[in-house]
């Protein structure tokens, strides 16, 4: 592939790369990981809500890494609350998987700025050396898409098996009981997945650009190449 081409697909592939780090920053401190609604069960319960009289029980919940924000409503109107995971909800959340996801989300940020500076060096320096020539390029892509895909495992169990809304629903709450009523992933959550899948583009872009995969090639096809060409 000509210079020139090599040239524009690293400088894509950097500034994809820029843009995934300040991304995933914008999505550490959003609080619109998670988005749901929480039904307040105790209070339904005493009168016998059904149909329209439950949505008064009803109340809002939405929270990131470090803060978010719970509406509760137990048929007496609504009241807001802030709330922030350290250090109030520290004691209730499964705090070694959430530290785990802030500790990758801040690998992934760092690994994307590693890997944009080198693919701009590499569109615009010389010579193409390994640690930031396509053996490189392939590990920074590789590092940052694993984080991604390790984010989201990571969050989604904390989310979903341990039940995390429910534990921030029912935080400090002696009369009450909440169960949650819906819940899905928002902005920043799906900001992460399309991180991760911008990174693997990366890896395809360098494919694209005229370079193996590192570990691609074996050394008996060079010797057996090597001796047809001394039969020759």
Same mark, same amino acid.
């Given at each position: 592939?000509?210079? #020139?081409?090599?040239?524009?697909? /690293?400088?894509?592939?950097? @500034?994809?790369?820029?843009? %995934? +780090?300040?991304?995933?920053a +914008? ?5 619109? &990981?998670? #988005?749901?609604?929480v039904?307040?069960?105790?209070? $339904?319960? @005493?009168? *016998? +809500?059904?149909?329209?009289e439950?949505?008064? /029980?009803?109340? $809002? ?12 409503? %137990?048929?007496?109107?609504? #009241? $807001? ?9 520290? #004691? ?9 996801v802030?500790? !990758? ?10 890997g944009?500076? !080198?693919?701009?060096? *590499?569109?615009?320096?010389?010579p ?11 590990? &920074?892509? !590789? ?6 895909? @390790? ?5 989604s169990?904390?989310v =979903? ?8 629903? *029912?935080?400090?709450?002696g009369?009450?009981?909440? =169960?949650?009523?819906?819940?899905? /992933?928002?902005?920043s959550? &799906?900001?992460i @997945?399309?991180?991760?899948l911008?990174?693997?583009? *990366? ?5 694209? +650009?005229?370079?193996e995969?590192? /570990?691609? =090639? ?15």
């Amino acid at each position: 592939m000509p210079a #020139r081409q090599k040239k524009l697909l /690293f400088c894509t592939a950097g @500034l994809l790369s820029l843009a %995934c +780090a300040l991304g995933t920053a +914008a999505a550490v401190g959003s609080q619109l &990981w998670v #988005r749901g609604s929480v039904l307040c069960s105790t209070g $339904a319960l @005493l009168v *016998n +809500a059904s149909g329209p009289e439950l949505h008064k /029980f009803i109340g $809002a919940i939405q929270y990131g890494l470090f803060s978010g924000q719970r509406v509760r409503q %137990c048929g007496l109107g609504g #009241r $807001a609350l802030q709330f922030s995971f350290f250090p109030d909800l520290l #004691r209730i959340i499964p705090a070694s998987i959430h530290v785990s996801v802030i500790l !990758f989300c801040t690998v992934l940020i760092v690994f994307a700025l590693v890997g944009a500076g !080198f693919f701009m060096f *590499n569109a615009f320096g010389s010579p193409y050396e390994t640690l930031h020539g396509p053996v490189g390029l392939y590990l &920074w892509s !590789f590092i940052s898409c694993s984080c991604g895909c @390790l984010i989201m495992i990571l969050f989604s169990s904390e989310v =979903k098996i341990h039940h995390l809304s429910e534990k921030i629903a *029912n935080f400090k709450e002696g009369t009450f009981t909440f =169960k949650t009523h819906s819940e899905q /992933f928002a902005n920043s959550f &799906w900001t992460i @997945l399309v991180c991760s899948l911008v990174h693997f583009l *990366n890896a395809l872009l360098i494919r694209f +650009a005229g370079f193996e995969f590192p /570990f691609s =090639k074996s050394k008996e096809s060079g010797t057996i190449t090597g001796a047809v060409d001394l039969m020759y």
